[in-house]
């Protein structure tokens, strides 16, 4: 019975000290991150589109997080440089990724600034890269034989596009996804105190 008494105390330090090493005082150190420079709230069409995102499971395959030259040769591959905490102030919860089946997407916004472009991609992928094995999501869109004039028509090459001369139009769904990719443009400056602290040295990224 005496012995219960201080194994159950220091059992108690030991978990208290672990909640606040590893949750209290992260929790605190995010909460003083302040918005980068540049970077601007989701509207909420970009909201919707990135909940699109989410519900789709984009982040079982993209990633979004850059990492530094001694981690992976993103830098040279045109990802852009390493992110720091500043640039997902607006990100709640996190789509971070934990798989690069395709590319790391945090700058697609930038590197991709054709709202054609990601239309087509997430219609069929192979109609944009050939070799691609990224699903298409023709659900995202409806086949018209006369678009209306506000439709949003997608270029579609030939051996992809309808019978009978028929259209692609984007859904609202397809329109708001495609936002929030556009969205995806981290190609301001960081700090370099920021930059630093993930060890890279910022004129690398300028």
């Known amino acids: 019975m005496n012995k219960v008494f201080p194994l159950a105390v220091?059992?108690?330090?030991?978990?208290?000290?672990?909640?606040?090493?590893?949750?209290?005082?992260?929790?605190?150190?995010?909460?003083?991150?302040?918005?980068?420079?540049?970077?601007?709230?989701?509207?909420?069409?970009?909201?919707?589109?990135?909940?699109?995102?989410v519900e789709l499971g984009c982040y079982y395959c993209h990633s979004q997080q850059p990492r530094s030259p001694e981690q992976a040769?993103?830098?040279?591959?045109?990802w852009g440089r390493p992110t720091t905490p500043a640039d997902y102030v607006y990100d709640d919860p996190h789509v971070l990724g934990t798989m690069r089946t395709?590319?790391?997407?945090?700058?697609?916004?930038?590197?991709?600034?054709?709202?054609?472009?990601?239309?087509?991609?997430?219609?069929?992928?192979?109609?944009?890269e050939e070799s691609s094995i990224m699903p298409a999501y023709p659900f995202l869109f409806e086949i018209k034989q006369n678009p209306d004039e506000d439709d949003v028509v997608v270029p579609v090459p030939a051996e992809y596009a309808p019978a009978d001369g028929a259209r692609v139009v984007a859904r609202q769904s397809a329109l708001d996804l495609t936002a929030y990719?556009?969205?995806?443009?981290?190609?301001?400056?960081?700090?370099?105190?920021?930059?630093?602290?993930?060890?890279f040295d910022g004129a690398e990224a300028r």
């Open 73 to 78: 040769p993103d830098l040279q591959r045109g």
């Open 10 to 53: 220091l059992a108690f330090a030991i978990l208290a000290f672990a909640t606040l090493l590893l949750v209290i005082l992260p929790a605190a150190q995010i909460r003083t991150v302040e918005p980068a420079q540049g970077l601007e709230p989701y509207t909420a069409v970009e909201e919707r589109g990135r909940q699109q995102y």
């Open 181 to 199: 990719l556009l969205s995806l443009d981290r190609t301001y400056p960081a700090k370099d105190r920021e930059l630093r602290d993930l060890g």
């Open 102 to 128: 395709g590319p790391d997407l945090m700058n697609i916004g930038a590197r991709m600034p054709s709202q054609g472009w990601h239309l087509t991609h997430l219609y069929q992928p192979r109609a944009i």
